[in-house]
């Protein structure tokens, strides 16, 4: 694909809500790392898991916290979730670069990597060996780069209000944000939260992995013709620069 960020910045979908982030200083972020369970993760992705230098976690449902227990043993990346999701992943499960953080908080993951995390409006249980267990609350990231680019990865969530603030504060220039309906914000909601953000860029996610995920990226774009916003219609595994 040719450049479309043109920012020194490679950002590959892996399907679902799972997205690859390659800064301009040569880390690579994974947030919400669902490979192996993935039905919309490529098969040469799943064969050769990406080996990233930190995972991002909006909330403890499977689809989202997916490999990030087996992924953040066999590299020790840093791995980043809310605060009790933090002591499932260290203490119940021995992920040893676990970090926890809560709302609002910012962490400098590597020298002009910085992740704040965000609100969400959803659940986050986590199901562990058959019981639901309490992991926080779900919440989203806004990731600012060594160059300054700025995305928001919204997680799982309905359109809330205090997006307009995410948007005043941060000044993401991209978003990766659900569409998909049922568990999540659909095409409507979402074309109201890219305004609202204020985003050149938009990257749909959360759409498309089982039939009842219903919202498309053409509904996306229909709801934002006439804005200044570009839909990536990102393909699961190619990336975009
Ligand atoms: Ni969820
Ligand atoms: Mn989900």
């Known amino acids: 694909m040719a450049s479309i960020l043109g920012r020194d910045t490679e950002l590959t979908w892996l399907g679902h809500a799972t997205c690859q982030i390659r800064t ?8 919400d790392p669902w490979i192996s ?34 992924l953040g043993k066999e590299t020790g990346a840093r791995v980043v979730g809310i605060y009790e999701m933090y002591l499932w992943l260290h203490n119940k499960k021995g992920v040893p670069g676990a970090m926890g953080m809560n709302k609002g908080g910012t962490a400098e993951l590597f020298p002009g990597v910085r992740a704040t995390m965000v609100h969400a409006v959803h659940s986050c249980g986590v199901l562990d060996e058959g019981q639901v267990i309490y992991a926080g609350e779900a919440c989203g990231y806004v990731i600012r780069l060594e160059n300054g680019f700025t995305i928001y990865h919204a ?21 990766f ?41 053409e509904h996306l774009q229909e709801f ?16 975009i620069r």
């Open 177 to 217: 944000l659900p569409i998909g309906d049922l568990y999540t914000m659909d095409p409507r909601q979402a074309a109201r939260a890219a305004r609202m953000l204020g985003v050149k860029y938009v990257i749909p996610i959360h759409w498309g992995t089982f039939d009842a995920l219903t919202g498309k990226p």
């Open 24 to 31: 301009p200083g040569g880390k690579t972020l994974l947030v």
């Open 224 to 239: 934002l013709r006439g804005t200044e916003i570009q839909v990536l219609a990102a393909q699961p595994g190619v990336p």
């Open 37 to 70: 369970g993935n039905p919309a993760c490529p098969q040469a992705v799943k064969e050769r898991p990406p080996s990233p230098d930190a995972l991002l976690i909006t909330h403890g449902h499977g689809d989202h916290v997916g490999d990030a227990v087996t």
């Open 155 to 175: 997680g799982d969530t309905m359109l809330f209000g205090d997006m307009q603030l995410i948007g005043e504060l941060w000044q993401p220039d991209l978003a």
